[in-house]
């Protein structure tokens, strides 16, 4: 869940005192991190503990094995000599950490993570044994800090096993006592409309009736939603809790993780942490049958709504402005085509509209295969790589290049998308709706942004459904015009005048290209960016001596075609070298009219305590590749009456920057049903209502103004 951007990006806030130290006590800013030994001495063959503690600074914490809706848990390389091997990490009890609308699990101020090391049996006595461990972990407060320290522990060996430390030994008593202990009976586990329901039954005697109440903290992220009430419910001899799947439900077999009970003990209560294993009852997967069959049945009563949604999303798509430069590509081979028999046309409108709905399927199952190894992605992810924006540009280019007569792909102005591919214009047609396709993902449609957001809580086979009907409602105005014979009567006829328009099309093709570039400026470093240019003119040579090779003679045109083979096969080495090399700076979406330090980071504690404050606030999700985007930032928050209503209401513009692959901010969208971008959110607009209110996607100046038409004038945040 963890992307490779996030740890670039929170290394460079990571203190240069939390990197590159060593010892067996290391203090970083923010965590006194120290390997201790419970024995003083070792001899061959012995089984011993060591223990990672953790001093935190205050108002900061760590995190669980499974750190919740966000964190990363700590982890422990070892380096040991010859022989020698270290189990898992022990986890004592953790705690939950609730940063609305985000629950994490780990620990604060103390924590000691115990390990079991055991000596090879022919170790030799005498020579001392050095233990060495990487030690990495995230600590959270406001921000979130990549730390680290390299630890080691030499300790002697003997032929003798090493008694107890007794300088160490109140740690280690204090650390079991933090572990949960074994329950007294089984459970078992079960799911039922939509919930994980685990059952404690009489074999538990009379520790049914002490509980007071329950928290479960599974092992396996995913499996429920972690901000979730968890809902305890009692009969005459059991006691069964109940909360809501998550994006992964648990599967048949056994769900293991910690159970909290908070227990009557004497005149007070007491927290007793358990650790369970709850069975699924019934047949082996019975309990993945019910959960798919509760999922299917959800999902199923709403399909009809969402394949509406995804079929009128896609329809709007095509007005969107990252669209037009492919729809002047399908324009083109209209007039021609308009000509031609009328079979021949609907032909190609049907491989038209399979482009579009196969690549948008591919693009579909890649990004559900990607959650379901625990990526956080969404719409338009394949975007938030430096390469494929790179490729992208390369591709838009070529189309350019042909469009403006620079290179000839094919016999006639049909054979436009055979810039792709060589062959028919079947073949150019069914990969123009591929660049259709990829094209579009910077955008998103009204209507279309409720469909993908619900489609990625379905069942694989409805989501797929749900990008199909996308897909098809992206197609549908070139359908309709290839099976309507009044529609293509409406059309020009063919002439001279449209080697003109072709030419003149390449410019939007020209400016998309463009416009990909500055993208790529937000996302890479500036050799990144040099790389892509260079690749950019690398295809231009290779697109003329392509043209050049056609009039040559035999030697010429060998020459022609090494040198555009070479070109092609160097413009895409380049970016594969240096392409994701980290920007020097956070991209921060530039298309803002704002200025930088009026936008906030997007901070999900930071709006928690906002909120709980009253205060007024804006939460604008963007991404410097989303054309909508910008064009809402252009025409809505740089408009001056909206800054001046900001200004006077004294509210709080903060920005969830997703540009490149962010976790926090994808669970951020998901948590408003959303899977991209824009999304704009609303926060105590109206006296005494604190929900958050969502705004349109298409935002003009007069919807911002008006969502802070109620609000009362606030003195500034302190």
């Known amino acids: 869940m963890r992307t490779v951007t996030f740890w670039l990006l929170s290394l460079l806030l990571a203190s240069p005192a939390a990197l590159a130290l060593t010892g067996n006590v290391v203090a970083t800013d923010n965590v006194k991190a120290h390997l201790a030994s419970e024995v003083s001495t ?102 979130c800090i990549p730390e680290d320290a390299e630890l080691k522990l030499k300790l002697p060996v003997n032929a003798q096993p090493g008694a107890v430390d007794p300088a160490e030994a109140a740690l280690f008593a204090a650390a079991r ?100 294993g709850a069975r699924f009852s019934g047949p082996a997967g019975s309990a993945a049958a019910a959960t798919a069959a509760g999922t299917v049945e959800k999902a199923a009563a709403s399909l009809p709504v969402l394949l509406l949604s995804a079929v009128l999303g896609g329809l709007i798509l095509n007005l969107m402005p990252c669209v037009f430069p492919v729809l002047s590509i399908k324009a083109i081979g209209l007039v021609e085509q308009a000509k031609r028999h009328p079979a021949a046309v609907r032909t190609k409108g049907l491989v038209f509209a399979a482009g579009v709905i ?95 957001g619900a489609a990625l809580t379905q069942p694989p086979i409805f989501a797929l459904c749900i990008f199909a009907a996308l897909g098809f409602g992206l197609a549908l105005p070139y359908l309709l015009l290839s099976f309507a014979p009044w529609m293509r009567r409406a059309l020009p006829r063919p002439g001279a005048w449209m080697d003109t328009l072709k030419q003149f099309f390449a410019f939007p093709i020209y400016a998309s290209a463009a416009w990909l570039l500055w993208v790529l400026a937000q996302q890479t470093s500036s050799i990144g960016f040099g790389a892509a240019l260079a690749g950019a003119v690398l295809i231009a040579l290779a697109a003329w001596a392509y043209q050049k090779s056609k009039s040559s003679s035999t030697g010429g045109r060998v020459a022609a075609l090494v040198t555009a083979s070479f070109a092609v096969l160097l413009a895409f080495v380049l970016p594969m070298r240096f392409a994701d090399l980290a920007a020097a700076s956070s991209g921060a979406s530039a298309g803002s009219a704002h200025a930088a330090d009026e936008w906030q980071p997007y901070d999900a504690a930071k709006v928690a305590a906002l909120n709980a404050a009253g205060r007024p606030l804006l939460v604008n999700f963007t991404a410097s590749w989303c054309l909508t985007c910008l064009v809402n930032e252009r025409n809505a928050f740089a408009d001056s009456a909206v800054q001046e209503v900001l200004r006077n209401k004294n509210v709080t513009l903060m920005k969830g920057d997703w540009t490149n692959r962010d976790a926090a901010i994808t669970q951020a969208l998901a948590a408003f049903g959303r899977a991209g971008v824009p999304l704009y959110v609303v926060y105590n607009s109206r006296p005494g209502s604190s929900e958050p209110v969502i705004l349109p996607q298409l935002l003009t100046a007069a919807i911002v103004q008006g969502a802070f038409a109620d609000t009362p004038a606030h003195t500034a945040a302190p």
Not at 392 to 407: H, P
């Open 42 to 143: 070792i001899a061959p063959g012995q089984s011993f503990w060591v223990a990672l503690e953790f001093n935190i600074r205050d108002g900061w914490h760590t995190y669980w094995r499974n750190p919740g809706d966000s964190g990363q848990a700590t982890t422990l390389q070892w380096r040991l000599p010859p022989g020698f091997t270290a189990g898992d990490i022990i986890w004592p009890t953790p705690h939950r950490f609730e940063l609305p609308p985000l629950v994490n699990y780990g620990y604060a101020k103390h924590a000691v993570h115990l390990v079991n090391i055991v000596a090879p049996k022919d170790l030799k006595a005498g020579t001392p044994a050095v233990l060495s461990a990487k030690a990495s972990w995230l600590v959270c407060s406001d921000v």
């Open 358 to 452: 196969s690549s948008m399927l591919c693009l579909a199952a890649v990004m559900l295969a990607l959650r379901a190894g625990g990526e956080q992605v969404g719409w338009g992810f394949q975007l938030q790589s430096p390469l494929f924006v790179t490729l992208l540009v390369y591709l838009l280019l070529a189309v350019g290049l042909n469009l403006s007569g620079v290179f000839e792909v094919g016999g006639g102005l049909a054979g436009v998308g055979d810039s792709l591919t060589q062959g028919d214009s079947y073949r150019a047609s069914f990969f123009t709706g591929v660049l259709t396709t990829l094209v579009a993902t910077p955008c998103t449609a009204p209507y279309m942004a409720f469909a993908i």
């Open 177 to 276: 006592s933090e572990l949960p202990g074994a329950a007294p009976a089984a459970s078992a586990a079960r799911i039922d409309g939509g919930e994980l329901k685990i059952t404690l039954g009489k074999e538990w005697g009379a520790a049914l009736s002490q509980i007071k109440s329950l928290a479960f903290f599974p092992y396996d992220e995913g499996g429920i939603e972690y901000a979730a009430p968890q809902t305890l419910t009692r009969t005459k001899d059991t006691v069964e809790l109940a909360m809501k799947l998550g994006d992964r439900p648990p599967q048949a077999g056994t769900i293991r993780g910690v159970l909290l009970a908070t227990e009557q003990s004497g005149d007070g209560l007491s927290a007793v942490p358990m650790e369970i």
